[in-house]
T-cell receptor, first 119, second 112 residues
Framework: GAVVSQHPSRVICKSGTSVKIECRSL??????MFWYRQFPKQSLMLMAT?????????EQGVEKDKFLINHASLTLSTLTVTSAHPEDSSFYIC???????????????FGEGSWLTVV | AQSVTQPDIHITVSEGASLELRCNYS??????LFWYVQSPGQGLQLLLK??????LVQGIKGFEAEFKRSQSSFNLRKPSVHWSDAAEYFC??????????FGAGTILRVKS
């Protein structure tokens, strides 16, 4: 299956600083990528949809000025958490829509996730 | 809006026993359905998916799922559970705009 890679897998930053998380599709072109946040013992919450070459679409309640998303190429999307606070500490997961070679339909593949701890 | 219900928050099965994880969805058109597995602290791994055709879908790690339109269900099954299957399982439906709508997840515990 297709591979989506996230980096870094774990990051600790100081309160007030910014941190960038990368999401790469390694063997397919992803015109659309998605960013999720997952709180402990909860399901995934969609934050935004990232389309290559255009502005991201944010879900209701997600601060677009705080969570900056850039999708500059067909294989890379980045999430930058600006002026991070301890409450931003969470598990962030990206996913990418790719075409499955075994079928004619699209499949959503997920990255490994990134643990962010703001101290 | 589309929704996915996983009625069981936790399930415990003995190693070697069979497993069925329930998933019900609400979706107006023919759904694209997925099952993912998440081990603690890790991302999601795709187990299987249903787009169309045969309603019994085979996935990785010996899992299968059956799409039943009349019951709006897409239950995940495995005939014999291994200790390494202990994880959290998410059912999801792909809605318009390629957004995935997830169920709340089911935590599987395997006892020896």
């Amino acid at each position: 299956g297709a591979v989506v890679s996230q980096h870094p897998s774990r990051v600790i930053c100081k309160s007030g600083t910014s941190v960038k998380i990368e999401c790469r599709s390694l063997d397919f072109q992803a015109t659309t990528m998605f960013w999720y946040r997952q709180f402990p013992k909860q399901s995934l919450m969609l934050m935004a949809t990232s389309n290559e070459g255009s502005k991201a679409t944010y879900e209701q309640g997600v601060e677009k000025d705080k969570f900056l998303i850039n999708h500059a190429s067909l294989t890379l999307s980045t999430l930058t958490v600006t002026s991070a606070h301890p409450e931003d500490s969470s598990f962030y997961i990206c996913s990418a829509r790719g075409r499955d070679r075994a079928s004619s339909g699209n499949t959503i593949y997920f990255g490994e996730g990134s643990w962010l701890t703001v101290v | 809006a589309q929704s996915v219900t996983q009625p069981d928050i936790h399930i415990t099965v003995s190693e070697g026993a069979s497993l069925e994880l329930r998933c019900n969805y609400s979706y107006g058109a023919t759904p694209y359905l997925f099952w993912y597995v998440q081990s603690p602290g890790q991302g999601l791994q795709l187990l299987l998916k249903y787009f169309s055709g045969d309603t019994l879908v085979q996935g990785i790690k010996g899992f299968e799922a059956e799409f039943k339109r009349s019951q709006s269900s897409f239950n995940l099954r495995k005939p014999s559970v291994h200790w390494s299957d202990a994880a959290e399982y998410f059912c999801a439906v792909l809605e318009y705009g390629n957004k995935l709508v997830f169920g709340a997840g089911t935590i599987l515990r395997v006892k020896s």
